[in-house]
């Protein structure tokens, strides 16, 4: 029982410290917002936890989160096995995203790359493609790692644990569809 109640309590402290990040998630959100009011799209890309993440938050975007409204583009990079196992086999695991980019991707759209560690490859690798296309980028991260220089707009929670990390990422990406599902009320 005290390892959970550790677990709780590092959770809590992580979560207090996440109103810091306000400023950021406004701009991701206002982001996110504009780009569909233009007619765009949200893509999520992520390895592992942060894929299973990418795919939620698209669900979210796609189907409801806590209205009923019309279908808003949100894209996981993470679902298409084919084209993943593909490209990493011919090519390289680092470019199994940025083909996805680039293939998928339309000037004005926003990508969303997921790392914890901020620093997955195929990520970053993302995140430049995205941003040669005239694509807005946007790290959900941890603390550390280079994936702020690669991101228009970074989210990087203050901490370097993968567990307590990804619980902030999906409470952020909580707020950041409902910000979008507000506003589309207003767009559709």
């Known amino acids: 029982m005290d390892r959970i109640e550790e677990i709780i309590e590092e959770s ?4 207090s410290r996440l109103p810091g990040l306000v400023p950021e998630i406004t701009r ?24 299973a993440d990418a795919q939620h938050l698209a669900a979210e975007l796609v ?7 019309q279908p808003i583009a949100g894209l996981a990079l993470t679902t298409d096995t084919s084209v ?4 990493g086999n011919d090519f390289s695991f680092d470019e199994i995203f940025s083909k996805q980019v680039r293939a998928l991707g339309r000037e004005g759209d926003v990508l969303v790359g997921i790392s914890t ?13 995205a941003r040669s296309m005239g694509i807005s980028t946007i790290a959900l991260a941890g603390k550390g790692g280079t994936i702020s220089e690669h991101a228009d707009c970074t989210l ?3 901490s370097q644990s993968t567990p307590r990390i990804q619980e902030a990422h999906i409470l952020i990406g909580h707020i950041l569809c ?8 207003r767009i559709v």
């Open 12 to 15: 809590i402290q992580l979560h």
């Open 28 to 51: 991701a959100a206002q982001m996110m917002i504009d780009a569909l009011a233009r007619d765009k799209k949200i893509m999520f890309a992520g390895n592992g936890g942060s894929a």
């Open 63 to 69: 189907n409801r989160f806590r209205k009923n409204r």
């Open 84 to 87: 993943i196992t593909s490209v």
């Open 117 to 129: 560690s901020g620093n997955s490859g195929n990520i970053i690798n993302a995140l430049d493609e």
């Open 156 to 158: 990087a929670v203050p």
């Open 178 to 185: 409902e910000m979008i599902e507000d506003a589309s009320i």
